[in-house]
């Protein structure tokens, strides 16, 4: 019996709801989803090790797994489980078999990658971004093209396209509300890329994907609660809780580029760009080091600085750098702070360009908000780079693709 004290994830429509009592269907699915999840965790496993675990009947488990090898998405292996009964070979997790084409967009270049359902990497590629004034989209399709080709080549399963967007989206419907930079406004990509490639496609925040990356390939593998925070062109967080990533009513949790540093920004309207990003993200920082150094350089030199070039420049000790990477430590510590009392996560990555300088920034940040906030939070920079997106999508492919659930007892 199914008590009402159970919260439900369906990955299928990527809604939540609460519900008193849920369906044979759903019940099969959810059984399904936990089978395929320990086999892809713990394998290689025997059935019955499954069904202990899970508390299910051995039955169960067998017409499940039954199911799994049909599909090709489990497989036996050569070794055998050990028990008074009938010996079973062991079932592991078939990724090898399954291939996702993941891709990645930002204002400057598309980055998109094959892989198989484990992250292994088995070709990537980039392409520049369209010229200024463009509907940044042939380069998407493009990329999928050259990618899609070496997937067939191959001869293995395409399980589908999973694209990252920097802007809000409509993961039902693919939509992108608007992103300014890609010059996107309610643009249908799930859409367009359906039509064109007849393969099941998802779109998400790319951030949130990044996020997933982390989870289950980065330096989050052992955790549920997790946030990653993006400093780069602009910052933005993804939010896991319980292994799902949390949205909001509105898909805008994790849009932390909006926050406010201080009360001076209350009343101020903002187009694009919060007030935390017009401070510390790597467009800002730079924009800092050139004001400094104005009379300094050349017109050329200063519309070269990056954020890197900062903090390489505190490195070698030049003291003009010195008051912006303060600054910016203060405001990703406010950040962090802020991060930590809302959502108690078990770790936060700290990702984007800036993580590249993570040796700079990170005990500096947790020095500031020691004593300040209950609960030191532990904060590592990510070892997966840009390509978390990328292994993001294969998660999200995986779940939409098999039925996916997710089931969390509240008590």
């Known amino acids: 019996m199914i008590i009402c004290n159970i919260l439900l994830v369906i990955r299928t429509t990527i809604t939540l709801r609460l519900t008193p009592t849920i369906t044979a269907t759903e019940m099969r699915g959810i059984n399904r989803s936990a089978v395929l999840d320990i086999i892809r965790r713990e394998g290689p496993i025997a059935r019955t090790e499954i069904a202990t675990t899970l508390q299910v009947s051995l039955m169960t488990v067998i017409r499940i797994v039954d199911e799994l090898i049909v599909e090709d998405l489990i497989r036996l292996t050569g070794k055998k489980e050990f028990s008074g009964g009938r010996r079973r070979p062991l079932l592991e997790f078939n990724a090898e078999s399954h291939l996702v084409i993941g891709v990645d967009m930002n204002e400057i270049d598309v980055t998109g990658a094959v892989a198989d359902l484990?992250?292994?990497?088995?070709?990537?590629?980039?392409?520049?971004?369209?010229?200024?004034?463009?509907?940044?989209?042939?380069?998407?399709?493009?990329?999928?093209?050259?990618?899609?080709?070496?997937?067939?080549?191959?001869?293995?399963?395409?399980?589908?396209?999973?694209?990252?967007?920097?802007?809000?989206?409509?993961?039902?419907?693919?939509?992108?509300?608007?992103?300014?930079?890609?010059?996107?406004?309610?643009?249908?990509?799930?859409?367009?890329?359906?039509?064109?490639?007849?393969?099941?496609?998802?779109?998400?925040?790319?951030?949130?994907?990044?996020?997933?990356?982390?989870?289950?390939?980065?330096?989050?593998?052992?955790?549920?609660?997790?946030?990653?925070?993006?400093?780069?062109?602009?910052?933005?967080?993804?939010?896991?809780?319980?292994?799902?990533?949390?949205?909001?009513?509105h898909l805008t949790a994790g849009e932390i580029g909006f926050l406010l540093p201080d009360r001076s920004h209350l009343g101020v309207r903002r187009e694009g760009t919060g007030a935390l990003e017009s401070l510390a993200s790597g467009d800002s920082i730079a924009l800092r080091a050139r004001q400094v150094l104005k009379n300094s350089l050349s017109l050329e030199e200063l519309a070269a600085l990056t954020a890197e070039d900062v903090f390489n420049a505190f490195r070698r000790g030049e003291e003009w750098s010195r008051p912006i990477v303060a600054d910016t430590v203060d405001y990703l510590a406010q950040t962090v702070a802020a991060l930590t009392v809302c959502y108690d996560p078990e770790i936060i990555v700290l990702s984007g360009g800036i993580a590249r300088s993570a040796d700079l920034l990170i005990e500096p940040i947790l020095q500031r908000i020691e004593g300040v906030i209950p609960v030191r939070p532990k904060l590592v920079a990510s070892n997966l780079g840009q390509r978390a997106a990328v292994l993001g999508t294969i998660i999200e492919t995986l779940y939409n693709t098999t039925d996916f659930y997710m089931v969390r007892k509240l008590s």
């Open 118 to 249: 484990s992250g292994n990497v088995l070709t990537e590629t980039t392409l520049p971004q369209d010229p200024p004034g463009g509907i940044h989209y042939e380069p998407l399709v493009t990329i999928i093209e050259k990618l899609l080709e070496f997937a067939n080549s191959t001869g293995k399963h395409v399980r589908g396209i999973g694209v990252g967007a920097p802007g809000i989206t409509y993961t039902e419907n693919g939509q992108v509300q608007w992103v300014p930079t890609l010059q996107w406004r309610n643009f249908p990509v799930k859409e367009k890329l359906s039509e064109r490639f007849h393969l099941p496609v998802i779109m998400d925040n790319d951030v949130n994907l990044s996020a997933l990356g982390e989870l289950w390939f980065g330096v989050a593998q052992n955790y549920t609660n997790l946030v990653l925070m993006i400093v780069g062109h602009g910052i933005g967080a993804g939010v896991i809780v319980d292994g799902a990533v949390y949205r909001g009513s």
